[in-house]
C-alpha cells in the first residue's frame, strides 16, 4: 500500500475536507491535465530531479525506451505546488494515477515542500518519487547515454526530445535553472540544427 493510499484509509473524512497539494517537476509544471485554485512556485528538500526513469509507455517503449524524470534520493528541487480543491481531491489521485502509474515506476508519497510565495510556510504535497528497486530505474546515466536514448525515445505522448525541452521550457519560465536538463538542452539543439532557410529565387 501506498503512502498516501494508508493516510486516506486513516484520515479519509478529513482528507475529504481537506485541499490537495500536488508537487510537479516534469511535465506536471507545463501539462497538469486537472484543475486547480492555484499554483506556487515550491521547492522539495532532500531529493532532486534527474532523468533517471526509462520510459516504456509515454516516450518510449519496452524495446526503444525514452528517459522521464523522477525525484531521485539527496539534494533539493524546485517546482510548482498545484492546490486542488477538497472536492475533486479523488478525482485528482485518480487521474494521476492513471497518468503517472501505467507501470509502477513511482513511489506516491507525502513529502513536505515550502512555498515560495509565502517564506516558511510548508504544506504537505502528492509527489511521485523514483522507485530505485524498478526495473525502469535508470540511475544516473552519462549526459551522451541520455542523449542517445532520448534522441531515440517515443511513445504515445510523443517524442522524448520535446518532453525534455518543454519541461527545460517550463524551468526557465519559473526563473530558474536545471544545469544537467539544461546542458542536455542545448545537446539536443545541437543534434538538431535549424535548418537555414531556402535563398530566395
Not at 517503449?61 to 534520493?73: A, F, M, N, S
Request: net charge positive; glycine share 8%; proline share 4%.
Amino acid at each position: 500500500m501506498s503512502e498516501i493510499t494508508r493516510l486516506e484509509a486513516e484520515n479519509s473524512k478529513a482528507n475529504s475536507e481537506v485541499d490537495l497539494w500536488v508537487f510537479g517537476y516534469g511535465s506536471l509544471m507545463w501539462r497538469p491535465g486537472f484543475d486547480y485554485l492555484e499554483k506556487v512556485p515550491a521547492r522539495l528538500i532532500g531529493e532532486h530531479r534527474a532523468l533517471c526513469v526509462y520510459s516504456f509507455d509515454h516516450r518510449g517503449t519496452p524495446e526503444r525506451p525514452g528517459l522521464v524524470l523522477g525525484l531521485d534520493r539527496g539534494g533539493a528541487c524546485r517546482g510548482i505546488a498545484f492546490r486542488v480543491a477538497a472536492r475533486l481531491r479523488n478525482h485528482t489521485i485518480a487521474y494521476l494515477r492513471s497518468r503517472e502509474q501505467t507501470t509502477n515506476v513511482y513511489r506516491e508519497v507525502m513529502r513536505s515542500v515550502w512555498l515560495d510565495n509565502e517564506p516558511r510556510r510548508r504544506v504537505s504535497a502528492l509527489t511521485y518519487v523514483a522507485d530505485r528497486g524498478h526495473i525502469q530505474y535508470a540511475g544516473r546515466l552519462p549526459l551522451t547515454e541520455q542523449l542517445r536514448i532520448v534522441q531515440q525515445g517515443h511513445g504515445r505522448s510523443g517524442h522524448n526530445r520535446d518532453y525534455v525541452l518543454s519541461t527545460v521550457k517550463a524551468i526557465e519560465a519559473e526563473g530558474f535553472r536545471d544545469a544537467p536538463l539544461h546542458q542536455l538542452a542545448l545537446m539536443l539543439h545541437d543534434a538538431h540544427p535549424h535548418q537555414a532557410a531556402a535563398p530566395a529565387v
